[in-house]
């Protein structure tokens, strides 16, 4: 070919020419590598390299899509990105437009787990029939969830609202992580030895598959399985859901849903005794008017006027014993009021929260999340989080100190 017949393309018109091969050839491809060099700049499109031990290439993700993300992107993470090859014509450098992007691995963790929901399945963990009911009046209930997170803050928050009567029993565990299967089975396990409880609570919040991993574990489901306290699995929003929805005997789509089904409301329960206060205060009136009436037909009957005086009598000592007994209802009333608000300051007074109001406090491991009892537990730690009524703190513990009451002895001592 000549010089003259020699075709020339702008740089402009062979990107378009490489462009179009590209999305022709590569309109859907699946790329695994790991993530390098993350943007996510103000528009909210995701930009990021996808490299493997040889190679690289740019991968960007338009907002619209990023939007769909369901697991937090960072540098280093392995992912599978899916969608189609394009030319930027304005560097002259090809790109994957990704579509969707999920965790390698993914697709291997949903697989075993449908595997494992058939299994359990087969085996009667998810039947109807061994579901048991909630009780209405729990006297003690379990929460088995971190000590830090905002499901123990929701749940807290509603119990002290609708039943501050009941004693909760706090378990902290971990809720996402290799340990946290083991603790949740552990939590499960010592609640169920004790014999005193009556409901629990196995809860956290949202996540992706990932976070709520171990509430997938075969462990928990059969720690669920095997409890022999109700269990109301209350793990992530509405739309997540678990294995450990599906053994527990009442699954609550949020810890606040959780909380509201295992405990009554006090409002509720004292409009219900003052409806049958009412009630009970009609038929004693209309029992009475009823009598009247019959006394009443009695003495003006003719065959019964010759004892008219006797009939008098007899009405007279009705209206004292009706009397009495408008008297006695009062009392009865009133004493049944005096009796609620007996009942209604033993609930202010058995506030959980009240404890931590009078200067107690809770201290658990900085690092585990695992409640601290004892003062060498608290050195080997170093850092802990303390909590109060209001709120937590963290602290840093340099070694144990003599208790007061000793310090005390001694002075008197000299």
């Given at each position: 070919m000549s010089f003259a017949?020699?075709?020339?393309?702008?740089?402009?018109?062979?990107?378009?020419?490489?462009?179009?091969?590209l999305e022709g050839e590569f309109s859907f491809v699946a790329i695994a590598g790991e993530v390098s060099n993350l943007r996510v700049p103000a528009s909210g499109h995701v930009y990021f390299k996808l490299k493997d031990s040889a190679a690289q290439i740019s991968v960007v993700c338009f907002r619209a899509d990023a939007r769909r993300l369901d697991f937090e992107?960072?540098?280093?993470?392995?992912?599978?990105?899916?969608?189609?090859?394009?030319?930027?014509?304005?560097?002259?450098?090809?790109?994957l437009v990704a579509r969707v992007i999920e965790p390698a691995?993914?697709?291997?963790?949903?697989?075993?787990?449908?595997?494992?929901v058939a299994r359990l399945r087969e085996e009667g963990l998810f039947d109807a029939a061994r579901k048991r009911p909630l009780?209405?009046?729990?006297?003690?209930?379990?929460?088995?969830?971190?000590?830090t997170g905002a499901a123990i803050r929701d749940i807290l928050s509603t119990i002290e609202r609708r039943f501050p009567c009941v004693e909760v029993l706090v378990v902290p565990v971990q809720v996402q992580g290799d340990a946290a299967p083991a603790q949740i089975v552990c939590a499960l396990d010592a609640v169920s030895a004790r014999g005193d409880v009556d409901v629990v609570i196995l809860g956290r919040g949202g996540g992706s598959?990932?976070?709520?991993?171990?509430?997938?574990?075969?462990?928990?489901?059969?720690?669920?399985?095997?409890?022999?306290?109700?269990?109301?699995?209350?793990?992530?929003?509405?739309?997540?859901?678990?294995?450990?929805?599906?053994?527990?005997?009442?699954?609550?789509?949020?810890?606040?849903?959780?909380?509201?089904?295992?405990?009554?409301?006090?409002?509720?329960?004292?409009?219900?005794?003052?409806?049958?206060?009412?009630?009970?205060?009609?038929?004693?009136a209309g029992g009475i008017d009823s009598s009247r009436r019959r006394v009443g037909a009695l003495v003006r009957s003719y065959a019964l006027g010759q004892v008219r005086g006797r009939i008098e009598h007899a009405m007279q000592r009705l209206d004292h014993a009706s009397q009495r007994v408008v008297r006695?209802?009062?009392?009865?009333?009133?004493?049944?009021?005096?009796?609620?608000?007996?009942?209604?300051?033993?609930?202010?007074?058995l506030n959980p929260r009240d404890v931590l109001r009078r200067g107690y406090a809770v201290c658990t491991s900085a690092s585990s999340g695992e409640a601290l009892t004892s003062v060498p537990d608290a050195v080997r730690e170093g850092s802990?989080?303390?909590?109060?009524?209001?709120?937590?703190?963290?602290?840093?513990?340099?070694?144990?100190?003599?208790?007061?009451?000793?310090?005390?002895?001694?002075?008197?001592?000299?």
């Open positions: 017949e020699e075709r020339v393309f702008s740089v402009a018109e062979i990107n378009a020419l490489v462009r179009e091969l992107m960072e540098d280093g993470a392995l992912v599978i990105a899916r969608g189609n090859l394009t030319l930027y014509d304005a560097q002259g450098s090809y790109q691995g993914r697709g291997d963790l949903e697989r075993a787990l449908r595997i494992l009780p209405r009046y729990p006297s003690r209930l379990a929460i088995i969830t971190s000590p598959i990932e976070d709520l991993s171990a509430f997938n574990h075969e462990g928990v489901a059969r720690a669920i399985h095997r409890c022999s306290v109700p269990v109301i699995s209350a793990v992530g929003h509405e739309t997540d859901v678990t294995i450990a929805d599906f053994v527990a005997d009442v699954r609550a789509a949020t810890p606040t849903m959780a909380a509201e089904i295992a405990v009554p409301s006090r409002v509720e329960l004292f409009g219900q005794l003052s409806a049958l206060e009412q009630r009970a205060a009609a038929r004693l006695a209802g009062h009392m009865a009333v009133n004493d049944r009021r005096a009796r609620e608000g007996a009942f209604a300051a033993r609930l202010n007074g802990v989080h303390i909590v109060f009524h209001d709120g937590a703190a963290s602290a840093s513990v340099h070694g144990a100190v003599a208790p007061a009451a000793h310090k005390q002895e001694a002075t008197h001592g000299r």
